[in-house]
């Protein structure tokens, strides 16, 4: 029997999107997951590779052959982030990092998130 999953744990999972009628393309999207909660909240962690199928030509060999490719690589991104869990930084490389991601990050995003986080609930 598996281990049951603990906050902190990540998993790959594979989001199936598709249409009844064709109007919209199969999206066969593989992320990792990452358990947030004891109560099975989940957030992502990133993409790991997506397929993208128009609903005309060789849409089943398509559809196959992408769904291969996402299940063949999905436990390689898994070892990459079990790998990043065990990497230590530094002080100063954890401030480099955080430095450089706040850059790059939209300022006007942190700004509404930071005061959202901070402001006082209604009593």
């Known amino acids: 029997m598996a281990n049951p999953l603990r906050v902190g744990d990540t998993i790959p999972e ?3 999107v598709n ?6 393309a199969y999206n066969l999207i593989a992320g990792m997951f ?6 099975g909240a989940m957030v992502s962690d990133g993409t790991i ?3 993208h199928v ?3 030509g060789n849409v089943i060999n398509d559809v196959i052959e ?5 299940i063949e690589n999905a436990p390689k991104a898994l070892e990459q982030v079990n790998a990043w869990k065990n990497l230590q930084l530094t002080d100063g490389e954890q401030k480099a990092f955080a430095s450089q991601r706040t850059r790059t990050m939209n300022r006007t995003w942190i700004q509404r998130y ?3 986080m901070t402001r006082p609930t209604p009593a």
Do not use: A, F, P
């Not at 249409?19 to 919209?24: A, R, V």
């Not at 990452?34 to 109560?39: F, T």
């Open 34 to 39: 990452r358990l947030i909660c004891s109560n």
């Open 49 to 51: 590779e997506s397929v």
């Open 19 to 24: 249409s009844h009628d064709g109007t919209s």
């Open 114 to 116: 930071v005061i959202r």
């Open 14 to 16: 594979v989001v199936m």
């Open 54 to 56: 128009k609903h005309q």
């Open 66 to 70: 992408g769904s291969y490719r996402i």
